[in-house]
């Protein structure tokens, strides 16, 4: 068999991602996020009793409430098609890679269905963000 | 008869007498509504899981075919989940023996090969073949969890949900199977799993070449060569291929019954996919509208044998396609 041939004909024929199109669509969904997300913020600077620096818990809290609905309703997949990184970077996107496992797996039980897989994606991201947290605090610990 | 390396004729052929086809709700939307015989409202169906809805979908239609033909024995099937569960649940109820393959979307063409090969044997008057798939118990399967946002590339392609069974006999009226060569399983070096289309084109290539060479024929002996799900991007590659080779093919010539099933609007990116897309296409719009002229056709079910476990420990994407003739 030819590989060469075939991967010379397989390169002609691959449709391109789309680059220029998904980036100003990240661009965009991604920068609504986050700027609905200091809505949330300022919403709830000026009517609850939250400081600058405690007001980021209900917001992400809010946040991750809203992917659920979304996620729940079989919306967000069909946003993120459009939006990619957009929905994919923000907290949003971690919320949707817990719900839409625990989602899934509901089938096979509460406890080794939902309880085994609602890390399937997003363990490795709170692993190697737990461990790159260590080494920071490592680090910073050294040099001051 | 074998002919060549991995080629038979069948001096008994093999008659599609009867079928039965249902499918989901996209392909509703797509272009064979008019020919596919049942649809399901959506991917559960009143069943509390996917799996359960593709049990349901394998099991309805084996049930109709069965009142129809009660004398039915074997079974020529497989599926895509683990160890073809969705069909042996299916067939608790049922007298029917499975004979089952794992030959993913390919599953179809060698099932139509080994029936083809019983029947030959004059051991039974009737088998049952067909293939379905499920599109959200295929996604939870192979790739992510169905609700996750993740941006598919456009050379993806979408799993069919839906499928078809049908009766093979050694006589009645029908389009007939004559020809059958087997595929080898071929690795090309590709190993991006959204993209199928080029990981396959190549080992349907192989057996088609293997084909031609066997049986001294050339593409202009046929009048159309139907591929299972190539996609867009495979079955462009695939007409290049053919063309290196040296062989006169028209490009109206070749039809993929992934890009078939869904209008261009649709969100199936690269077209449709999965072990069900070939046996819909041909049992729907094959039956029901090609094959009431009189033709000849190369049929080739192409299929990826990878997992994805075994896709993270060695990358690679072997693929295979098993071809047979029929005529009408």
Do not use: A, G, S, V
């Given at each position: 068999m030819n590989n060469k041939l075939f991967h010379t004909v397989a390169e002609k024929h691959n449709?391109?991602?789309?680059l220029l199109k998904n980036c100003v669509m990240s661009f965009i969904f991604g920068g609504v996020i986050c700027a609905f997300g200091q809505c949330i913020s300022l919403f709830y600077l000026y009517f609850f009793d939250f400081s600058e620096e405690t007001v980021g818990d209900p917001t992400v809290a809010t946040l991750i409430l809203i992917t659920m609905l979304l996620t729940g309703f079989g919306v967000y997949d069909k946003i993120a098609q459009i939006a990619g990184a957009g929905t994919m970077v923000p907290v949003t996107g971690f919320g949707n890679a817990v719900i839409a496992s625990a989602i899934e797996h509901k089938s096979e039980g509460y406890v080794l269905g939902v309880g085994g897989n609602?890390?399937?994606?997003a363990g490795s991201v709170i692993l190697f963000g737990v461990f790159a947290s260590f080494v920071i605090a490592l680090i910073k610990l050294i040099l001051t | 008869m074998n002919i060549g390396t991995r080629s038979f004729q069948f001096h008994t052929p093999a008659v599609i007498i009867d079928q039965h086809t249902i499918a989901g709700p996209l392909e509703k939307q797509g272009n064979l509504t008019a020919e596919i015989d049942q649809f399901i409202p959506d991917l559960y169906d009143d069943e509390k899981t996917y799996e359960l809805c593709y049990t349901k979908l394998i099991r309805q239609t084996v049930n109709i075919l069965m009142s129809r033909h009660p004398l039915t024995t074997y079974l020529f099937t497989g599926d895509l989940i683990n160890q073809s569960t969705p069909t042996h649940y299916g067939l608790m109820e049922t007298l029917l023996v499975p004979v089952t393959f794992d030959h993913a979307c390919a599953t179809f063409g060698l099932s139509l090969q080994s029936a083809a090969f019983m029947l030959q044997q004059g051991q039974k008057q009737t088998v049952m073949v067909g293939t379905m798939s499920h599109f959200a118990a295929v996604e939870k399967q192979f790739r992510f969890p169905n609700e996750y946002g993740q941006q598919k590339p456009p050379s993806s392609q979408t799993t069919v949900t839906g499928g078809g069974f049908c009766i093979l006999a050694t006589e009645g009226e029908g389009p007939k199977i004559t020809y059958a060569t087997l595929g080898r399983v071929i690795n090309a070096g590709f190993k991006d799993p959204y993209n199928m289309g080029e990981a396959m084109a190549p080992a349907c290539f192989d057996t088609l070449l293997c084909h031609f060479q066997d049986c001294q024929v050339t593409p202009a002996d046929y009048d159309y060569i139907i591929t299972g799900d190539l996609g867009a991007v495979g079955q462009a590659i695939l007409f290049d291929l053919l063309v290196h080779e040296g062989y006169q093919v028209n490009r109206e010539q070749l039809i993929d019954a992934g890009c078939e099933i869904?209008?261009?609007?649709?969100?199936v990116m690269s077209g449709g996919s999965g072990a069900g897309c070939l046996s819909l296409f041909l049992l729907s719009h094959g039956i029901k509208h090609l094959f009431k002229q009189s033709l000849k056709v190369l049929v080739i079910a192409t299929g990826a044998l990878h997992s994805p476990v075994a896709l993270l420990q060695t990358p690679i994407i072997p693929t295979i396609a098993h071809l047979v003739v029929i005529e009408s």
């Open positions: 449709p391109p991602r789309p609602i890390f399937k994606l | 869904f209008k261009d609007h649709q969100p």
